[in-house]
């Protein structure tokens, strides 16, 4: 907690905000600014990585696909950051949110000088009450420096600038066992003490990745939490109002637990 605030990381991945087409799916982003500018009204530090701009841009852009070469998937991010973004700031206008765009690369988070920055910009921005949007800087990120996916993005600022926890939205409740989609028999495990060998190998999965929503990166992403004393939640964006659960108290999805409690400044 800072200043008897929590500070939350909330991390949104393509598939929440675009439909199949890759245009945006409108009604999902409507209801997440809602519920997020409702948790932010309650008092908690609202931080938000989101994905969504070279699926958006290539939709924008009329390709068939996410395209695959690096200075395509630039100029498709280029496209895409600007609409989402564009869609951000008029939705949470509508509930008195200030939002801010934050792009960054590893290299940044890498480099004491320009992490310094960051966080003392997200100190600021928190002190305006404003709502930072992160997301990787895809269209100056080339592959040696770039984060690849936004959970572990999302875990590395949550790291950077302290937060209390790290909420990733997924497609799925959470981690099973077993791939739900292939086996019946699938239980949702709600409690994760130790990410050990035998979660690695159900995240990475020898049902294979495909059903349980891309759960290595996450998984990855609350190992990074985890060693700075951050717990990392997965659960599903759908309904989005599982959001509003949690912040009740609810269990809900899977929760990572940290390796350590977190000594901060108060
Ligand atoms: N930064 C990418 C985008 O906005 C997304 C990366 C990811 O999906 O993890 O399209």
Same mark, same amino acid.
């Given at each position: 907690? /800072?200043?008897?605030?929590?500070?939350?990381?909330?991390? !949104?991945?393509?598939?929440?905000?675009?439909?199949?087409?890759?245009?945006?799916?409108?009604?999902?982003?409507?209801?997440?600014?809602? !519920?997020?500018?409702?948790?932010?009204?309650?008092?908690?530090?609202?931080?938000?990585?989101?994905?969504?701009?070279?699926?958006?841009?290539?939709?924008?852009?009329?390709?068939?696909?996410?395209?695959?070469?690096?200075?395509?998937?630039?100029? *498709?991010?280029?496209?895409?950051?600007?609409?989402?973004? $564009?869609?951000? =700031?008029?939705? $949470?206008?509508?509930?008195?949110?200030?939002?801010?765009?934050?792009?960054?690369?590893?290299? =940044?988070?890498?480099?004491?000088?320009? /992490?310094?920055?960051?966080?003392?910009? $997200?100190?600021?921005? $928190?002190?305006? @009450? *404003?709502?930072?949007?992160? @997301?990787?800087?895809?269209? !100056?990120?080339?592959?040696?420096? !770039?984060?690849?996916?936004?959970?572990?993005?999302?875990?590395?600022?949550?790291?950077?600038?302290?937060?209390?926890?790290?909420?990733?939205?997924?497609?799925? =409740?959470?981690?099973?066992?077993?791939?739900?989609?292939?086996? =019946?028999?699938?239980?949702?495990?709600?409690?994760?003490?130790?990410?050990?060998?035998?979660?690695?190998?159900?995240?990475?999965?020898?049902?294979? @990745?495909?059903?349980?929503?891309?759960?290595?990166?996450?998984?990855?992403?609350?190992?990074?939490?985890?060693?700075?004393?951050?717990?990392?939640?997965?659960?599903?964006?759908?309904?989005?109002?599982?959001?509003?659960?949690?912040?009740?108290?609810?269990?809900?999805?899977?929760?990572?637990?940290?390796?350590?409690?977190?000594?901060?400044?108060?």
């Amino acid at each position: 907690m /800072r200043n008897g605030k929590r500070r939350i990381v909330f991390k !949104v991945g393509t598939s929440t905000l675009a439909h199949h087409t890759g245009r945006t799916n409108i009604r999902h982003m409507e209801e997440l600014v809602k !519920v997020l500018s409702d948790i932010h009204n309650s008092g908690v530090q609202v931080v938000l990585v989101s994905s969504g701009a070279i699926g958006m841009g290539a939709a924008k852009l009329g390709l068939q696909a996410k395209p695959v070469d690096t200075p395509s998937r630039q100029a *498709a991010a280029s496209v895409g950051q600007c609409e989402l973004m $564009f869609l951000y =700031d008029k939705m $949470f206008s509508d509930y008195g949110q200030i939002v801010a765009q934050m792009l960054i690369t590893k290299a =940044d988070l890498e480099n004491d000088t320009r /992490r310094s920055n960051f966080t003392n910009a $997200f100190e600021k921005l $928190f002190q305006y @009450n *404003a709502i930072p949007i992160i @997301n990787e800087n895809d269209s !100056v990120a080339i592959e040696e420096i !770039v984060f690849g996916d936004n959970d572990t993005l999302s875990a590395e600022v949550a790291k950077c600038i302290g937060a209390d926890e790290l909420v990733i939205l997924s497609d799925i =409740d959470g981690l099973y066992t077993k791939n739900p989609k292939n086996c =019946d028999d699938a239980c949702l495990i709600s409690i994760v003490e130790d990410i050990d060998e035998s979660i690695i190998s159900i995240a990475g999965g020898t049902c294979g @990745n495909l059903g349980t929503g891309g759960m290595a990166t996450k998984v990855k992403a609350a190992q990074i939490a985890g060693e700075a004393g951050i717990d990392t939640i997965v659960m599903n964006s759908t309904p989005i109002t599982n959001l509003y659960r949690y912040m009740d108290g609810e269990n809900i999805g899977t929760r990572f637990k940290a390796h350590s409690q977190k000594k901060r400044e108060g």
